[in-house]
Each structure stands twice: as C-alpha cells, then as structure tokens.
C-alpha cells in the first residue's frame, strides 16, 4: 500500500513477465509482453498516458495481423468503450459517493489449453469536473492478468467467456478539500462477456462485464469497494484452428439459344431447307413433314474413378493418416478389418499420442509405431472428447 499524495504524477513500476506457457509462440508472448511493459513504464496520470496506450494497442494489432498468417496458437484481440461505476469509500479524506467514469478497455489473451488461455487486460476512465468542481478532474487506470475460459470454437457465430482477474487499480480519488487523492490498490475482477462474429476474424463484443473488488484508502480504516465495469467494442481473433471454408460449386454452362432470330431484327428467321423447296402459292402441292433425324444413342459416360485421399499409410494400424497443424495425425481412412477397426477408431479422430508421448504428424506417428509391438497405449481426440484405447500389435 503506497502512501498518500496530492495532485502528484505515480512513478512506473516495471514486471518481468514469465516464461510462456505451453502452446504459446515466439510471436504472441513478444505481443503481450511489448504491450505490459510499455503500459507499466508510463509515468503521469491514467488519462495522460491514454494517447500512449492507444498507439502501443493498434501497433499490437498491426504486429497480430502479421503474425496471423503463420501458425500461432488462438489469440483475441479486444478493444472498446468502458463504464466505471467506483465506490469512493468514506474516510478521514474522502467522503462516500459512486462516481460515474467514462473511458477505454483493451485485451488480448493467448489460449493454451483447450478453452483455457491466458488474458491480460487494460483500462482507463475519467470524470471531468468531478465532485462539481470546475477543472478538477477524476481517473482510473487498472491493469489485471488472469485465466480465461472460451465458451465455443473458431466455427461458431457466437461465443462466450469468463474470467478471473488480479492486478493494480490507481486512482486519483475525489477529497474533501476540494482536491484529489491518489492510491494504488490491489484489483480483483470477475466477469465475462458474449461476442459475435460476422466475419471471419472480426466482430462485435458485448463486456466484459466484471465485479471490481478493490481496498483504496485501506491504511485510513476505509471500508472495501465494490466497482463496477461494462465494455463494449471491436474483437478480433487470429491463429487457433479454423475450419476449411467451403469451396464454391462450380457455375454450369449456359445452353445456347437454338432461336435462330436476329438480335436487330426480332422478326427476321434465318432461311430453312423446307422453306427453299416450298413451292409457290400458284403451284398446288403437298408440303412434306420433316422429322428430326434421330441421333444414335450415347454410351452413359465413365465416371472418374475417386481419387485416393492424400496421406500417409500407417500400416501397422490399417490407416490413412494427415497433418493437422502440428496438433496430432487426423485418421482419413482405416482398412476393413484393421487394428484401428477392431479397437473403435473412427475417420475423423486424431491421434495425440502413443503410450504417453505427444505425437504432432504423421510421420511422428510412424516413427513411434516402427519399433512398437505387444500392448500400447493410443490417445486420441474426438471432437471435444479425449481418450486412450489399448491396442495390440502383432510380434515384428
């Protein structure tokens, strides 16, 4: 708990973020980590450093939109309007009131495991002419890390999250005397929110939504807040496992026209062979019906014989395995009559691992496979679902 100043600029306080956790890359942990020190390294007041904030937020979101082309784990990007409602607590300094901030949120998380990842998130308000004085001005700036949890996937419309949150909330807080006090507390936050996305890596959220526990003035007997924040704005999603689009059919040809009239003159019939040997109106005779000459009849066309599906052949298990991003080998295909067959597997599984240890391709697979025999443990990933099966490999 730091001690009490008067209209004094906070000096920056510095973190070394940790290693990165599993599934994160070079590039989304670079992200995160240019964004927290650049935003703790700011000295002055919440609302002076907001400029400064804005252009670090639209630089990480020039540098995701580079590193989306290459194979990173699920990372969104959030930034929009925020409402603070902030309990002032009644102490030898201040008196109890809510104030009503205005301002900004921005958050990006990196996901590791399944639906959970890790989200970091920043955020600053103001209230101008606060407590009626003229020029005197109110702010917030907190900033919170903590665990997520993703409702959905990449090929949903809509999803959903929850979070938890800790971090440091400073405010410059109204006092009795007519001017402002600042402190630093510990913030803990929970909430979540619902995003839609009418595009593929672009759409709309509505929150977080969050319950700010906060103990500001606390070395004064001043009672715990409770504040609350609502957010709303922009997101955007890059990496993670999208689904393939789905490719378009291909346009039939248009049959031409058997009219044989003209596009200048409608009225006009090209000439027939009937019409040359038609005699006169002075001339009396039988006009000849011409049936159409009947075309022989056409074979019905072969159809292609199917291509076989791209893969490699995994033969101690009787399948047809694919690359799946680095995540595993994706069974296309299993023998009639296979081992794959006998112990349940089906196409569309993906297999992780072999008796424990994580296996990321195909030929990773293969090379784990080569010197198996008797009983073995394959874990695999069906939908949501994982799993382990024993299977039984004959004697080499």
């Given at each position: 708990?730091?001690?009490?100043?008067?209209?004094?600029?906070?000096?920056?306080?510095y973190?070394?973020p940790?290693?990165?956790?599993p599934?994160?890359?070079?590039?989304?942990?670079?992200?995160?980590?240019s964004?927290?020190?650049?935003?703790?390294?700011?000295?002055?007041?919440?609302?002076?450093?907001m400029?400064?904030l804005v252009?670090?937020?639209?630089?990480a979101l020039?540098?995701?939109?580079?590193?989306?082309?290459?194979?990173?784990?699920?990372v969104d990007?959030?930034?929009?309007?925020?409402?603070?409602?902030?309990d002032?607590?009644?102490?030898?300094?201040?008196?109890?009131?809510?104030?009503?901030?205005?301002?900004?949120?921005?958050?990006?998380?990196?996901g590791?495991?399944?639906?959970?990842?890790?989200?970091?998130?920043?955020?600053?308000?103001?209230?101008?002419d606060c407590?009626g004085?003229?020029?005197?001005?109110?702010?917030?700036?907190s900033?919170?890390f903590?665990p997520?949890f993703?409702?959905?996937d990449?090929s949903?419309?809509?999803?959903?999250?929850v979070h938890g949150l800790v971090g440091?909330?400073?405010?410059?807080?109204?006092a009795?005397?007519g001017?402002?006090?600042s402190?630093?507390?510990?913030?803990?936050?929970?909430?979540?929110?619902l995003?839609?996305?009418f595009?593929?890596?672009?759409?709309?959220q509505?929150?977080?939504?969050?319950y700010i526990y906060a103990r500001?003035?606390n070395?004064?007997?001043?009672?715990n807040?409770?504040?609350?924040?609502?957010?709303?704005?922009?997101?955007?999603r890059?990496?993670?496992n999208?689904p393939?689009?789905e490719p378009?059919?291909p346009?039939?040809?248009?049959?031409?026209?058997?009219?044989?009239r003209s596009?200048?003159?409608p009225?006009?019939?090209s000439?027939s062979?009937s019409?040359?040997?038609?005699?006169s109106?002075?001339q009396p005779?039988?006009?000849?019906?011409?049936?159409p000459a009947?075309?022989?009849?056409q074979?019905p066309a072969?159809q292609?014989a199917?291509a076989?599906?791209?893969?490699m052949?995994?033969?101690?298990?009787?399948v047809v395995?694919a690359p799946?991003?680095?995540?595993?080998?994706?069974?296309?295909e299993?023998?009639?009559g296979?081992?794959?067959e006998?112990?349940?597997?089906?196409?569309?599984?993906?297999i992780?691992?072999?008796?424990?240890k994580?296996?990321r391709?195909?030929?990773?697979?293969?090379?784990?496979?080569?010197?198996?025999?008797?009983k073995?443990r394959?874990?695999?990933?069906r939908g949501?679902?994982a799993t382990e099966t024993?299977i039984?490999?004959g004697?080499?």
């Amino acid at each position: 708990m730091q001690g009490l100043t008067y209209d004094k600029s906070r000096p920056g306080e510095y973190i070394v973020p940790g290693e990165a956790g599993p599934g994160q890359t070079l590039v989304a942990s670079s992200i995160l980590y240019s964004v927290s020190c650049a935003v703790f390294a700011f000295s002055g007041g919440a609302v002076r450093n907001m400029e400064k904030l804005v252009r670090i937020a639209l630089a990480a979101l020039f540098l995701l939109g580079i590193a989306s082309a290459q194979n990173i784990p699920a990372v969104d990007v959030f930034g929009g309007y925020s409402y603070l409602n902030f309990d002032v607590p009644s102490s030898g300094e201040t008196t109890s009131q809510r104030l009503k901030l205005n301002g900004w949120d921005f958050s990006a998380s990196v996901g590791l495991f399944h639906h959970f990842g890790a989200e970091a998130d920043f955020s600053g308000h103001n209230l101008s002419d606060c407590g009626g004085v003229s020029g005197l001005k109110c702010s917030n700036l907190s900033y919170m890390f903590g665990p997520r949890f993703t409702v959905g996937d990449r090929s949903s419309r809509f999803t959903g999250f929850v979070h938890g949150l800790v971090g440091q909330d400073c405010a410059d807080i109204l006092a009795v005397s007519g001017t402002t006090v600042s402190d630093t507390s510990v913030a803990i936050a929970a909430g979540g929110g619902l995003d839609y996305w009418f595009f593929r890596h672009v759409g709309v959220q509505l929150g977080p939504a969050d319950y700010i526990y906060a103990r500001h003035l606390n070395s004064f007997n001043a009672s715990n807040q409770s504040n609350f924040r609502v957010s709303g704005g922009i997101a955007f999603r890059f990496g993670g496992n999208f689904p393939p689009s789905e490719p378009k059919p291909p346009k039939e040809p248009k049959e031409k026209s058997e009219s044989h009239r003209s596009w200048t003159r409608p009225w006009h019939k090209s000439k027939s062979a009937s019409s040359e040997t038609q005699p006169s109106e002075t001339q009396p005779s039988t006009v000849a019906v011409h049936k159409p000459a009947q075309r022989p009849a056409q074979p019905p066309a072969q159809q292609p014989a199917s291509a076989p599906s791209r893969g490699m052949p995994i033969h101690s298990l009787g399948v047809v395995v694919a690359p799946q991003e680095f995540d595993g080998a994706k069974i296309l295909e299993i023998e009639l009559g296979s081992v794959a067959e006998m112990a349940s597997l089906h196409a569309g599984d993906l297999i992780k691992s072999v008796d424990g240890k994580a296996v990321r391709t195909p030929m990773e697979l293969a090379a784990e496979l080569s010197d198996k025999s008797g009983k073995v443990r394959i874990g695999i990933l069906r939908g949501t679902f994982a799993t382990e099966t024993v299977i039984l490999l004959g004697a080499r």
